[in-house]
C-alpha cells in the first residue's frame, strides 16, 4: 500500500486542500486537487514548507510577512505564490499534527457540521468535512481574504508604476480621462 503514495508534491493553482492523513503511525497528507486527490508521503506543514520554499520563499518567511502586514500570529494564512495567487490558510495552529491547510480561492461555500466540523464545497463540486469549528473556519477564510486584498492591491500597484514607466502617453490620456471622469462626477 506504501507504493501508492507520492514521495513529494508542490502546491500549485489547481490545490484546493491538503489534509492530515495518518497511515500507519506517520503522518501523510492527501492532497485534494481539482480533478483529483493525491496521497503523499508528506506532513501537510511539510507540503506548505516546500511549496513556499518552491516559490522563493520560506514558511517561516510568509509568516513573518503576514505577520508585519497583518499583526496576525497565530494561525496566519500565507500566500505560497502571490504571482498564482495561492493564499492558504490552517485550520489549526500548523503545529499540531491535525492541522490542514485549504486554499481560500476554492471555497465556494461552508455551512456548520455536527460538533466543531465544517462542511467545505469546493469550486469543483466536491464537498469534504474538515475537522474544525464553523466560526474559527470563517475566521480564517475573512482573514485570508484581508491578506489577499492587501497582496493583490500592492502587486497591481507595482503594476501601474511600470505601465506609467513604460508607456508614458497612457499616462497622459489616463490624467485627462480621470480629469473628464472628476468634473462629470460633480454634475
Not at 455536527?114 to 474559527?136: A, R
Amino acid at each position: 500500500m506504501e507504493n501508492k503514495f507520492m514521495k513529494d508534491y508542490i502546491a500549485n493553482r489547481f490545490t484546493m486542500a491538503i489534509l492530515p492523513d495518518p497511515h500507519m503511525g506517520k503522518l501523510y497528507s492527501k492532497v485534494i486537487e481539482t480533478e483529483k486527490e493525491i496521497a503523499v508521503k508528506l506532513s501537510p506543514q511539510e507540503i506548505v514548507s516546500k511549496s513556499c520554499m518552491y516559490f522563493g520563499s520560506s514558511y517561516e518567511g510568509r509568516k513573518a510577512g503576514t505577520r508585519d502586514l497583518m499583526g496576525i500570529t497565530h494561525k496566519p494564512p500565507i500566500v505560497i505564490d502571490p504571482g498564482n495567487y495561492m493564499f492558504f490558510f490552517p485550520t489549526l495552529a500548523s503545529t499540531r499534527s491535525q492541522c490542514a491547510w485549504i486554499s481560500h480561492a476554492h471555497i465556494q461555500h461552508y455551512t456548520a457540521a455536527d460538533f466543531d466540523n465544517t462542511e467545505v464545497l469546493f469550486t469543483n463540486g466536491l464537498v469534504e468535512t474538515i475537522p474544525v469549528s464553523s466560526s474559527s473556519f470563517e475566521n480564517q477564510l475573512y482573514r485570508t481574504a484581508q491578506l489577499r486584498t492587501i497582496i493583490t492591491a500592492r502587486i497591481e500597484e507595482e503594476h501601474r508604476k511600470m505601465n506609467m514607466l513604460m508607456f508614458p502617453k497612457e499616462k497622459q490620456t489616463n490624467f485627462i480621462y480621470e480629469q473628464i471622469i472628476r468634473e462629470l462626477n460633480k454634475h
